[in-house]
């Protein structure tokens, strides 16, 4: 079982940056996949940006160039750096986990375990 906290949304200006983090806890192993996702009013939640297990980050092309997922394994945290932001990157962000993905599904929200409650980040024009 895996615990995940999200943090850091809130309401910021076209242009703007922003940090959100992802407190993880319970059973991480080296096997732990770990990502975020996004869910705009009336849309499907859509894959943002993830790590493959401990190997290479992998990104929507929407954000490509703009975002970019770390983590800090001493401190069990991911974070998503978000720059450029623009109002259709309004949505409520999750982090994601799961321990038996595999690569062609990364990007599939049904395809992850365990989710965090969402944070909500507004841009406004």
């Known amino acids: 079982q895996v615990q995940l906290v999200e943090s850091g949304g809130r309401s910021v200006q076209e242009g703007d940056s922003l940090r959100l983090s992802c407190a993880v806890s319970?059973?991480?192993?080296?096997?732990?996949?770990l990502g975020w996702f996004r869910q705009a009013p009336g849309k499907e939640r859509e894959f943002v940006a993830g790590f493959f297990r401990r190997q290479n980050a992998y990104y929507a092309d929407s954000v490509k160039g703009r975002f970019t997922i770390s983590r800090d394994n001493a401190k069990n945290t991911v974070f998503l750096e978000m720059t450029n932001l623009k109002p259709e990157d309004t949505a409520v962000y999750y982090c994601?986990?799961?321990?038996?993905?595999?690569?062609?599904?990364?990007?599939?929200?049904?395809?992850?375990?365990?989710w965090g409650q969402g944070t909500q980040v507004t841009v406004s024009s």
């Open positions: 319970g059973r991480i192993s080296w096997d732990l996949s």
């Open positions: 994601a986990a799961d321990r038996s993905l595999i690569l062609s599904t990364v990007r599939s929200a049904a395809a992850w375990d365990w």
